[in-house]
């Protein structure tokens, strides 16, 4: 669950909230693209930093 205010609508909180900053989605697409397509470290390395960066989050993993 989201701790800021997203639009109401379908589809999940994760799409939905592009909807309050559109323009960003260029830069997070790039962005996604190089962690995912490019990234020098292994699958289960970086799914492990994921989870890390999640926990520090206080989000539920």
Known sequence: MARIDIPEGEGR???RIWQLA???GTGL???S???YE???L???EREVAR???AQLN???V
């Open 29 to 31: 697409h790039a962005m």
């Open 58 to 60: 206080e989000c539920h």
């Open 38 to 40: 490019r990234s020098s």
């Open 51 to 53: 989870m890390r960066i």
């Open 42 to 44: 292994p699958v289960r």
């Open 22 to 24: 559109p323009h960003m």
């Open 13 to 15: 909180e994760a799409s």
């Open 33 to 35: 693209e190089a962690v």
